[in-house]
Every structure is written in C-alpha cells, then in structure tokens.
C-alpha cells in the first residue's frame, strides 16, 4: 500500500529557509549586517553572590571570543554604527559593535584590554548604583557596581557611556511620568562625564510603543536586546547575547 498522505509541512521551517536564503542574497549585493552584540560581567572567576551565572563570561573565554569576532569583524562605536544604519545602506565591510549592560565593576578589568586591541565599547549604565550604596533588588547578595568615583576615571578612547535607566526595573510597565523621570535623572548624573552618549539600553530589552515614542520625544536612541542583526535603523539598534558561549 502507497501512503496517499503528503508529508506534514513545517512553514516555520520554510520561512527560515526562505530568510537564510534572503540574507545571503543581501549580502552578496553588499548589504552586510552590523552586529550588535552585549555582554554583562567578566571575571577570573565566578562568583555567585555578584552575578548570575548566565551573566557571566570568564576572562579568559570573553578575550578568545573577542578575538574570534574580531577576526570576523570591523568593530565601530555605537553612534558610527547607528549612522551607518542610516545613511550607508550598501555595506560591503562587515561590522560589530560592543556593547556591556549593568556596569558591575568587574568590567572595569577588562577595559585595558580591549584599549590595547582597539576596540570601542559603551557601558549602559544605571545611575542610582553610582553611589556604591544603593543595590539592585532581586539580583544577587552583594552585585558591586561601578562608582561615580570610577566612571570619573575612566578616560578611555574606546569607551562611551550609555543609559540603562535609572534603576535596573522594567521600564515597559512605567507611567509616562516614570518613564521619563528615569531617562532624565540618569542623563541628568551619566552626562557629566565627557564620553556620554544619548542611547539607552532597556533593562531585559522590555519595551513598548508608547516608551519608543517617549525616547523619541526625549531625543533619545532605543537599544534593544532581541537577538537581531541590524540591517537599517528602524526603531532602535537590535543587540545579541554575547554572555553564552554559544554565540
Ligand atoms: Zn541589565
């Protein structure tokens, strides 16, 4: 007996077929996407009371995978690569962009080497833990955050300084006037030092339309973490999880 019966069609499975198939098609036409990527602590070793696991990357492991991206890569700022997105829809050069989320001090060691390797990176930071008081809930026993004395220090051509809001909360559940007390308080303590820069950075990437169209308002740039790659800019720079070893 025959089976009348077509095979089962997957159309998840053609659609990414039909994507990966568009992808390589744009970039043989020269449109190569600019990766974002984000990483959240390094250290030697792990430590469980100042970061989660899946938030951190030994030393070691983030200079091998940092060296691997940039045999693959041209890494540029943040704003180079937002204006790129913009204005330079041909690319035929493939870029990358570095970014770190949540400013624990435990990066501030590896910010000599990537000066030495010449390669840019923004720090979204929360100001309310520049105090060196104030502790994010929720996290882990004691997360040790980069001070206003520390930010002052560093004096870093690769480095530029973003906004991850005021504290580290969801941002998608606030009011209007939360919102936008958040971006202004952190703008009003970030923007001091001179490698400021207007980009914020949702805390989990959680956003809606309504805090798109108050960053708007706010003159200010929506990074998000969707996993994506940047092919123009739309409605905010999308970011990839850099944290795993899998990336
Ligand atoms: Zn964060």
Not at 42 to 47: P, R, T
Not at 91 to 96: G, V
Not at 152 to 157: A, G, K, L, R, T
Not at 200 to 227: C, E, H, I
Request: overall charge positive; aromatic content about 12%.
């Amino acid at each position: 007996m025959f089976d009348i019966n077509p095979p089962a069609v997957n159309p998840n499975r053609y659609i990414k077929k039909i994507t990966k198939r568009l992808k390589r098609l744009a970039n043989h036409f020269g449109v190569c996407p600019i990766e974002v990527f984000v990483f959240h602590a390094v250290s030697d070793s792990f430590d469980p009371s100042q970061c989660l696991r899946g938030d951190w990357s030994s030393t070691a492991d983030f200079k091998e995978r940092i060296a691997a991206l940039k045999r693959r890569y041209t890494f540029i700022t943040l704003p180079e690569a937002h204006h790129k997105l913009k204005t330079d829809l041909f690319r035929s050069k493939r870029y990358a962009v570095l970014t770190c989320d949540d400013g624990m001090r435990t990066v501030l060691s590896i910010l000599p080497y990537l000066e030495t390797e010449n390669i840019p990176i923004t720090l979204f930071l929360n100001a309310k833990y520049l105090d060196g008081v104030s502790k994010r809930d929720h996290y882990t026993e004691k997360p040790e955050y980069i001070t206003q004395g520390e930010l002052e220090q560093i004096v870093s051509p690769v480095v530029t300084i973003g906004m991850h809001g005021f504290e580290h909360v969801d941002h998608s559940t606030m009011t209007r006037q939360q919102f936008v007390t958040s971006i202004v308080e952190s703008k009003k303590l970030l923007e001091k030092h001179p490698a400021f820069i207007p980009y914020f950075a949702y805390p989990w990437g959680r956003f809606n339309p309504s805090t798109q169209q108050w960053l708007k308002m706010l003159g200010v740039t929506p990074v998000l973490s969707d996993g994506r790659s940047n092919y123009r800019y739309i409605n905010g720079i999308d970011r990839k999880c850099v944290d795993s070893p899998s990336f």
